[in-house]
């Protein structure tokens, strides 16, 4: 092979070599192989996904029976889908607030210098570095119902009583709230990296002639520096929407969506159906319902990077 | 004396939230791996005081974790899923970042953009197709399937991260190459790829680390417990019947949370500059 190859290089065939001089014939070949594969395993598996869900598709019995909208139409009409829709929405949207809360806050307390700064950014970071599976197991030992460290520190501290101690995973609201901590808690490191990426890439100069005018640090804060930084911040935050929305991880290892359903989302409840019970087009209907939203928020993506070309 | 005292009052409420930042973000970790080294017998006492060792430390945790576990396999086989997807992603990224930097002009652009959304597309929207892909593959239950599948994220990743690098780079380099005689492809492997070896660099940490921290794909795929890469061996594996084997589970996720904690903050930085470079330029 070697062989065939060499002599047409060595002799620099004009075609061979005007073709790949040209730079969108070079561009084109080097682009192709990426584009190949994020179309043949992305583009090609969402079609697949689009079409399961209006077929009667399920591991067992694998025909590709088109079934219209019956299947969203049953998913629709069952009551444990619309809970299951609505705490898809409050994981979400509590989890990216509380996230952005502290991660404004944490990234105001990291812009000023102080001694150990970066150990303590290195500290501050981690949630979001570490595999969010290991995180949550190590959350679920804290949370376990027996040895809880939390409620260790509350008995200890006398503000509960060991025998009325929470069952943090084992209560349906608790178990909300406890997913909506886990995934706040591994997010908001990634909001304090973007607001402090945003925050620095502010001139200087900016802020001094602010200063100079008589603005003082709110005002800084809200009229001058958040104008200035919101397109980035809006990147970091529909990342954050995105990978939230559509996660299992959190509730899988921490809930398993229970107690009873109370914390299943959408991710989740479409890998019982889809994968776990094998009823792939119902599965693959359900996991479609998270598309609207997606939609939406890759449409601000593109609005936001376009705006910043201008 | 008094300004002193004042100043450090003054300090107070920053160090206390900065104190406690650093409590909520760091304690899960202080506590999986002080689980991990505590005996049983002090792990499983509520009489004793759970934030430090009441007896001493002990490594008989890690000892089971690779005597008795398949620990030792699941880091072994991430190590192979993570340098084969590694392998993969450049192998397709890093001309791929080129040419949308340098070579397609505008409309590489809104490709580079279209490649960036990809990365945006859910695991959860697409494992129902990809588990028959893979199934119809005959990869089900083998870690090769994760080999498949990863660099459906990592390679949009990095394309986006090197565009960014590449476009930030100096043209005239490459243009001073291909005055001196250079063929355009000659200048890319001979010039810019041994310059932008720290954006490489930066590229393959990040890979490694996403293949790693990876979790749905490989609960869909995997069942079998000997092709589980660490991350769903550690969560899923190390559980007997509804009994948690709590020190061994903090142990391994001890050892496979390090290097990633360690890898991600050192390369922090240029991984900032990337994702936040290659939309600004």
């Known amino acids: 092979m070697a062989d065939l190859v060499e002599p047409i290089v060595s002799r620099q065939s004009p075609r ?8 969108e014939v070079l561009g084109a070949v080097f682009v192709a192989p990426a584009i190949l594969y994020v179309f043949l395993l992305v583009g090609l598996p969402f079609l697949l996904a689009v079409y399961y869900s209006v077929s009667a598709y399920t591991i067992y019995d694998p025909s590709w029976r088109f079934v219209g909208l019956a299947n969203f139409r049953q998913i629709v009409q069952n009551p444990v889908f619309l809970e299951t829709l609505g705490n898809t929405f409050l994981f979400t949207f509590a989890s990216q607030l509380l996230g952005l809360v502290l991660g404004k806050f944490g990234a105001l307390l990291l812009l000023r210098p102080f001694p150990g700064r970066k150990f303590v950014r290195a500290l501050i970071i981690l949630p979001w570095a570490v595999p969010i599976a290991l995180a949550s197991i190590a959350w679920e030992w804290m949370f376990d119902s027996l040895y809880s460290v939390i409620n260790w520190t509350l008995v200890a501290l006398g503000i509960i009583d060991r025998a009325q101690a929470p069952n943090w995973l084992g209560n349906p609201h608790l178990a909300m709230l406890c997913v909506i901590v886990v995934n706040a808690w591994r997010f908001f490191p990634f909001a304090i990296v ?47 929407v995105v990978f939230t929305f559509t996660d299992l991880s959190v509730v899988y290892l921490l809930t398993n969506g229970g107690p009873v359903g109370a914390t299943s989302v959408l991710a989740f409840q479409g890998f019982q159906v889809g994968i776990v019970s094998g009823d792939v087009s119902h599965g693959a209907a359900i996991s479609l319902f998270m598309l609207p939203v997606l939609l939406v928020l890759v449409i601000g993506v593109l609005r936001f990077i376009r705006r910043r070309e201008i | 004396m008094r300004r002193f005292v004042g100043g450090v009052l003054r300090e107070v409420p920053f160090y206390g939230a900065v104190a406690f930042f650093v409590v909520l973000t760091a304690f899960p970790f202080y506590w999986m791996a002080i689980t991990s080294f505590k005996s049983n017998s002090d792990l499983y006492n509520l009489t004793n005081v759970p934030f430090w060792f009441n007896e001493p430390p002990t490594l008989e945790h890690f000892q089971y974790l690779f005597e008795q576990t398949l620990f030792a396999r699941w880091l072994l086989n991430s190590l192979i899923i993570g340098t084969c997807v590694v392998v993969i992603t450049l192998l397709a990224a890093l001309p791929a970042g080129y040419s949308l930097a340098r070579l397609t002009g505008r409309g590489g652009e809104t490709l580079g953009i279209g490649i960036f959304l990809t990365y945006l597309v859910p695991p959860t929207l697409l494992f129902l197709p990809l588990s028959r892909i893979v ?32 476009k930030a780079m100096p ?30 660099l930066t590229a393959v940490i990040f890979t490694f680390t996403l293949t790693l921290q990876e979790f749905v794909y490989a609960l869909t795929f995997i069942s079998s417990a000997a092709q589980k890469p660490v991350t769903l061996g550690v969560a899923t594996d190390l559980i007997r019947g509804d009994i948690f084997f709590w020190g061994e589970i903090m142990a391994g996720a001890l050892i496979a949370s390090v290097p990633v904690a360690i890898a991600y903050n050192s390369f922090l930085d240029r991984f900032i500059e990337g994702i936040t470079g290659g939309a600004v330029k």
Not at chain 1, 195 to 200: K, N, R, V
Not at chain 2, 135 to 159: E, K
């Open chain 2, 135 to 166: 199934a119809n593959l005959g990869l089900q239950n083998s870690m090769w399937s994760l080999v498949l599948v990863y660099p459906t994220f990592t390679i949009p990743f990095c394309t986006w991260l090197l565009m960014g690098f590449f």
């Open chain 2, 171 to 200: 043209i005239e380099i490459e243009e001073a190459a291909i005055v001196d005689g250079c063929s355009r492809f000659g200048a890319f492997i001979k010039m810019v790829i041994p310059l932008s070896l720290p954006a490489i």
């Open chain 1, 194 to 240: 973007i607001f402090l990426a945003g925050i620095t890439a502010v001139p200087p100069d900016v802020i001094d002639a602010a200063t100079v005018d008589g603005a003082g640090f709110w005002r800084r804060n809200y009229q001058i520096i958040m104008p200035m930084i919101l397109p980035i911040v809006a990147i970091g935050l529909i990342f954050g």
């Open chain 1, 16 to 23: 061979f070599r005007f073709l790949l001089e040209r730079r």
